[in-house]
């Protein structure tokens, strides 16, 4: 990627993006795969942090596994746009928050411990805004593991993985929000996580393996922002698809070469038909459209109705909510 020049960082980005190494020194194992100290190593991470290249180094979490999360979006009028996400951004349990170009034009993921904290927190913005609010909650995902290479077209991304919740215990959700928030960029970051859990820091370690090996945590490692590493055009496609052709269709649009999100949704009786969701992260905006027309062109989805949203902004882009607010604090 031209955005960045630095062949180390290329490959601290590229590499470490998954599969972070849960061991005592993690930062050290990056040194020796690099050529570098270790020191060098949390410096680089450190910078590209406070310039926005990355978000942490931490943990996404699947989907439903612990938590509750829902996408949602309102039409904010032009006029009120700055203020309704001002609004949006403000509920803690909003991680993500974009605006599309469509006539609903402020997208958001809602997230939160349970279903009702969701709910509460759709219904402020709602009650807040006077606005209506899309609730579009994940059916099932067919790829949710967002992953970008520096280098190369090909993307780091495994196939689907299963998730057993039954590997939860009560006290991983305290480790899992601190995970998703980031680890401090020390040389024992493990150990700083578990001594602001009050725990012990092997248990930690073990803990994170086994929720790894479950699924629960989806991925470990760099979390970038993709947008300011040159994936600047960003397409939200939909399909308005029938619910029985979703499950063929589904896992071939997961598959197609720069689709990177693929998931459905219930659809929103007379308001939003679309069940079919897929992102585009591309680095212009023909280059975004040339994947969608390969897209279009499957025999899964021709003639199929669709729409494309191109995302203009993004007004916040954190960590899941997994504990209530002041849990987490």
């Not at 909003?94 to 009702?116: C, I, K, M, S």
């Not at 927190?121 to 059916?139: E, P």
């Not at 197609?256 to 939003?272: A, K, M, N």
Request: hydrophobic letters at 45%; proline letters at 5%.
């Amino acid at each position: 990627m031209n955005h960045i020049t630095d062949p180390i960082d290329r490959r601290l980005l590229d590499e470490f993006q998954r599969d972070f190494p849960v061991t005592e020194r993690p930062f050290q194992v990056l040194a020796l795969a690099l050529g570098l100290d270790e020191a060098e190593v949390i410096d680089r991470l450190g910078r590209m942090r406070t310039t926005g290249r990355i978000t942490r180094v931490g943990a996404t979490i699947a989907p439903g596994a612990v938590s509750a999360s829902t996408l949602a979006a309102v039409a904010a009028p032009e006029h009120r746009l700055e203020e309704v996400a001002a609004m949006i951004d403000a509920e803690p349990g909003v991680n993500h928050n974009y605006q599309r170009e469509d006539d609903w034009n402020l997208w958001f993921v809602a997230t939160g411990p349970d279903r009702a904290h969701v709910d509460e927190t759709l219904a402020r913005i709602s009650q807040r805004s006077g606005l209506r609010v899309l609730d579009l909650r994940l059916v099932r995902p067919f790829n949710v593991d967002l992953g970008f290479r520096m280098s190369g077209h090909a993307r780091n991304v495994p196939g689907p993985r299963k998730v057993d919740c039954s590997a939860m215990q009560a006290e991983d959700r305290a480790l899992l929000q601190a995970l998703s928030s980031g680890l401090t960029l020390t040389e024992t970051p493990f150990a700083a996580l578990a001594h602001t859990l009050g725990r012990d820091a092997a248990d930690v370690m073990e803990r994170i393996r086994i929720l790894h090996r479950a699924g629960i945590i989806s991925r470990l490692g760099v979390i970038v922002r993709h947008r300011a590493l040159g994936w600047s055009a960003n397409a939200m496609v939909v399909w308005d698809i029938p619910a029985e052709q979703v499950a063929t269709a589904g896992p071939v649009l997961a598959a197609h070469p720069g689709v990177t999100l693929c998931y459905e949704r219930r659809p929103v009786e007379g308001v939003w038909p679309y069940r079919l969701y897929s992102m585009i992260h591309a680095r212009s905006r023909n280059e975004a459209l040339d994947i969608l027309a390969g897209a279009s062109s499957l025999r899964e989805l021709a003639g199929t109705r669709h729409k494309v949203l191109f995302s203009t902004r993004c007004f916040k882009q954190t960590g899941a909510l997994i504990q209530p607010k002041e849990a987490a604090a």
